[in-house]
Every structure is written in structure tokens, then in C-alpha cells.
């Protein structure tokens, strides 16, 4: 018989105190299995939310680890490495489990354990000085010994934890490491047989590509091993992964369409052709409770989708905080993003001049490439009362920007699945977005927002000149961006999909 499960509230950080206000409208429904009945489920990732981010993949371990816990179905753990910019905050709260050495060709290195509860969901971090204690996730020249060594260290804690888990969920390449040491290594050891592996890409872009001299001395993978690792005369850790796993999957219906096709793949598309048959998309979703426009503490003043006059004050202030004229009738236009090409840039850098011959404010926040950041700066030195260029990653604002705006510009080249738009919403900001990838499968035309088709200039100028004449029918636009507040980007529907899919590898 089933009976309870215990649920800990956890109050101990900061982050839960701004992320997770205390008045909760929905209920999540918990279900009652027994701890030992549970599924096992080991998140394998190189960041999460709330310790360390660098872009929209720490947001997904974060919340959908925390939504499947909540399920009550799921045993659900984490491990991400222990990177020293993980704040002193947090380290001091996590516990100390003990270490072990890590074995990895002819290294032999040290791996600490460290743990730490939230929500239901326990977090491992891997510490290994010489690998993690330096600023920021990536971009050193040894990030592939890195990610083995984390990758490596993952199955080797199971026995000192003595957590076997039935499904481990590996993210993007810093993760597919352990997929391939699970095939290539370690299942034919008793405890490991029975676990299943499902590979996500979060973005097809960065594969983990080396060069095949260093496949046994570095990587530690059998010469009989290589063909799974090899494409294209290189080492590919992604595509070994796809080729491993039970199952892969990708952030949108869409991008696993679109990654099938050479336009979006990146050179794999023929790796992932050839795997269809295991690739799913699930569609992301957000943490529902920390953007919320009621309780967001960093709102200038807070608003709701029945009562939206907040919303008129979050525009006001944030026009006097950018030093724009403030004016209420005027559409703000925001974007908020990495300045990189394929955020769709060259689109804006094109024709966003003859959007500000209208009447228009066009408010930017991110850094990016050089190019860009450059161009903005100008464009705001030119048209000082209708662009402000925030040549910055700041997270406070981009809140203060979501909520005063009027319309959010999202025009993608490709997007796997992208949470500004669905963010945007959650602010009562309506996007205009390019049928790409999640973008596509978020935003529906008329209903929360406006799409375009093709990735052209004119075409994106002619949907922000529809959506800024739509602008000045006031009643018409209430009623768009109640629909827009309104859209369900929770995790409930995507962590029942990604249930689905466990269950279906564990038959
Ligand atoms: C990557 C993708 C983005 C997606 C995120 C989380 O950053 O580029 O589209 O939303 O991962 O899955």
C-alpha cells in the first residue's frame, strides 16, 4: 500500500526567497508513492539554477528537476560540477559527503562530494580544484579533459552513494561523456546493467569536437569504442551520445524537426536522421512562480493579468530609468538577448531604422559579439529619444525591461526552444517572434503574440508595423496581451511528456 511521502520545505536560501514567493496560487498535485518505489532519475548537467548559469539550460535543470520531484513519482538528483563561482552562499550550506579518487587513462584524480536538498531535489557537486576552481563554466583549452573527468566522476560516486538511478538524463555535450563511459565501460558491471540513458540537446551548435589522436590517452575510450565517437574524422562526444542512448531528445517538437535537416544541424544531420526513431521534443517550460508579475519583487510595481495598471507604472519608471521620454502611448519594443548572429540581429541591424520612423521606443539589453554591441551603442547615440542600448547582462533589468515593455522582439535564426518569449508573456509583453524552433511551438499569431515565416527583413518589418498599428487600438490590445499573460508555459504539461518518456525506456 502506498503510503505519504515526506516533503521537506526548504526556506535556507536567498534565491529560494526571491524566486519563490510564499503565496502559490496553483496546487501541484502530489501524488503518494513510497520513497523506495520511486524512479530513479539522475540529471547529469555542467550548470543549474540557482547556483550557476550561463544561459537558458541551467533554468531547465532547475525547474523541470524540481516539477518532476514534485510530482511525488520521482527520486530526482542532480550533478553539476562544483565551479568556484558558485557562491559562498550556497557552498555553505552544502554538506560534505567525502571523496574518492577518479580514474581516467592514466590519470588518477581527486573528486570531492559535495550535496545540498532543495525541493525535493538533492544536488551533488563534483569538486576537483584544478578543474573547476577558475572563473566562469567554459572556454579553456582543456575543457574536454574537464567534462571527461565530470563526466567519468559521475559513474564513479553511484557506488559511494549508493544511488544506481534507472534513467540518467545527460544535458547537452559537457554531459555525453557519461553516456558514452555507460556503453563503453561501466555497464557490464552488475549494479550499472539496468541503467537506461536519454541524451538532451539544448542546442546542436556545440558538439564537443577533438581530435582523434587523443581518444584513448585523454578520453579514455577503447580503440573498438571509436566508431561511435567518430564523425567527420574528429572526435563528436554528441554524436557518440545520440548513438548510445536508449533515447534523445531536444527542447521543442519543432528544433527535433528542424535538427533533421542540414540548414539547422550543424554537420549531425545525418547522425540524427539516422536515429529518429529514439528522438523526441518536448517543449520547455518555465519556473512558473519565479516570473510572475504579482510577486516579483523587482517590478517597479507589481500587476496582474485582470489588473493591469501596474504594468502602465513598470513603463513609466523604466522610461525615466533610461532616460526616454515618457510617454504611455508610445510601444515600447524590447529585446533582450545574446548579441550573436543567430539571435537574428542582421534582420534588426537591417530595417529597425525605418521602424523608428513610427512612433516607437526600442529598448536593447545584452552583450555579444563586438559588431553588435557596437552597432546599438550607436543607434542609441543617434536616436538618443527613442533607443536605449544596455550594453550589459544584468538580471534585475531584464525584469524591468520584460515588465515595461509593450512588445518583445525574438527573430531567431534558429532557436531550440528559447524562454524569453515565453518570459515576455509572463509580463503581459507581447512577442513577436520567428516560426523556429520553440518560438514556433510557444507563440501561436493573434492568439499570444505575432510570428513571420521567412528569415527576412521586410518580413519581420511588416509583423512590427502590424503589431505597432495594433498597438494603438487599446481595447483590442488589452484583450492580446491578457491572452499573452495568460499562456501556460509551466512545467505541468512538459514534465508529464518527459514522464512519458521514462516510463516508455523503462519497459
Ligand atoms: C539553449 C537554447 C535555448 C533553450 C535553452 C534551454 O540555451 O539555445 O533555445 O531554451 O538551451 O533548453
Known sequence: MATSTTKKTTTKTTAAKTTEPAAEKKVTKTVTVKQEDKKKILFVASEATPFIQTGGLAEVIGSLSTALAKTGKFDVRVVIPLYSDIKKEFRDKFTYLGNLYVHLAWRNQYCG????????????????????????????????ERFAFFSRAVLEI???????????????????????????????????????????????????QYS??????LFDIYGKYQYLVEYNNSINLMKGAIEVSERFSTVSPKYADEIKDAYFAHGLDPIIRNNQFKLRGILNGID????????????????????????A????ELQKMLDLPQKPDTPIISMISRLVSHKGLDLVTNVIEEVLQDDVQLVILGTGDYQYESYF??????????????????????????????????????????????????????????????????????????????????DMLYVIRKAVEDYKNKKEWAKLRYRAAMSDFSWNKSAKEYEALYLEMLK
Request: with cysteine.
Open 212 to 217: 582523434l589522436d587523443i581518444l584513448s590517452s
Open 113 to 144: 562530494v559535495f550535496s545540498y536538498e532543495k525541493e525535493g531535489v538533492i544536488f551533488y557537486f563534483i569538486d576537483n580544484e584544478f578543474y573547476f576552481k577558475r572563473p566562469g563554466c567554459y572556454g579553456y583549452f582543456d575543457d574536454g
Open 288 to 311: 512558473d512562480k519565479g516570473y510572475n508579475c504579482e510577486l516579483d519583487s523587482h517590478l517597479f510595481k507589481n500587476f496582474t493579468p485582470d489588473d493591469m495598471s501596474g504594468k
Open 313 to 316: 507604472v513598470c513603463k513609466q
Open 377 to 458: 551603442r550607436d543607434l542609441a547615440r543617434r536616436y538618443p529619444d527613442k533607443v536605449s542600448a544596455n550594453i550589459v547582462f544584468n538580471g534585475d533589468l531584464s525584469r524591468k525591461i520584460y515588465s515595461g515593455s509593450d512588445i518583445f522582439l525574438m527573430p531567431s535564426k534558429s532557436e531550440p526552444c528559447g524562454l524569453s518569449q515565453m518570459i515576455a508573456c509572463r509580463y503581459a509583453t507581447v512577442p513577436i517572434v520567428r516560426e523556429t524552433g520553440g518560438l514556433y511551438d510557444s507563440i501561436k499569431p493573434l492568439e499570444n503574440g505575432y510570428t513571420f515565416a521567412n528569415y527576412n527583413a521586410h
Open 158 to 208: 553511484m557506488p559511494f552513494l549508493n544511488f544506481y538511478p534507472e534513467v540518467m538524463h545527460c544535458h547537452d555535450w559537457q554531459a555525453a561523456l557519461a553516456a558514452i563511459y555507460l556503453k563503453t565501460n561501466y555497464c557490464f558491471r552488475q549494479e550499472y546493467q539496468f541503467i537506461r540513458s536519454l541524451f538532451t540537446i539544448h542546442n546542436i551548435e556545440y558538439q564537443g
